[in-house]
């Protein structure tokens, strides 16, 4: 799990670098910087949507996704959990919950993080997540410039699923195939475009909510795809 280590560091050291020049930044360049991150989701999300080789799929895991993640309520559940972190954290930043949820999205949904705990896990090396971690770093401090501590937090969720994909390569590796590893991806990128949109203030989705659509995401295309 070297790989993924050194990628939690990455993220842990360019987030707190990042809340160092958000401290000292005045609030206009603050602004705009927030504003170039919510384009940058934007296309990013656009991008990874992209991947995609069969739109049912796609369209089946955001509503079967969305009903599921209504009837639970995860956007409920996870903003009183952000309130109950955000006064132990004694922060007053709005962005919190948008910070952690991009930053999950960003580093977790990629294909880069699956192919490379594929690879560690199967013991050939962490060359893809050592250049992961070079992205993940850097992006994390314009991030943590942003959107504040959320940011930072990610870091545990990124841990817990990258080092499990690596834990358990050898039994994974051949259900997640790169065809199904373009759909998970392709759903993230949706909801990275979402996030986007929240980003900007354009519309408040509640992409908390559409999460299970990742998971819907990999059923079906288990299914669907050869």
Known sequence: MTGTLINTAAVIAGSLLGLLIKSRMPKKITVS????????TIFLGIHMAFKTNNFLIM?????????IGELLDIDKAFNNFSETLRTRLKTKESHFSEG?????????????TILGAFQEGLGEGADLLLA??????????AL?????IGVLLSAIPLLIYQGGLTLFAASLAD????????????????????????????????????????????I????LIE
């Open 220 to 223: 079906l295309a288990l299914i």
């Open 33 to 40: 910087v927030f504003q170039a991150i919510g384009l940058f």
């Open 175 to 218: 259900y997640l195939t790169d065809p199904i590893v373009n759909e998970l991806t392709a759903v993230g990128g949706l909801l990275l475009l979402g996030l986007g949109l929240n980003i900007l203030e354009i519309n408040k989705l509640k992409i908390l909510n559409m999460l299970p659509a990742l998971l819907i995401a990999v």
């Open 132 to 141: 992961k971690s070079v992205l993940d770093g850097f992006s994390s401090i």
């Open 144 to 148: 943590a410039a942003s959107l504040g």
């Open 59 to 67: 369209v089946f895991s955001m509503v079967i996704g969305t009903i």
């Open 100 to 112: 952690f949820i991009t930053s999950f999205l960003l580093f977790c949904m990629g294909s880069m």
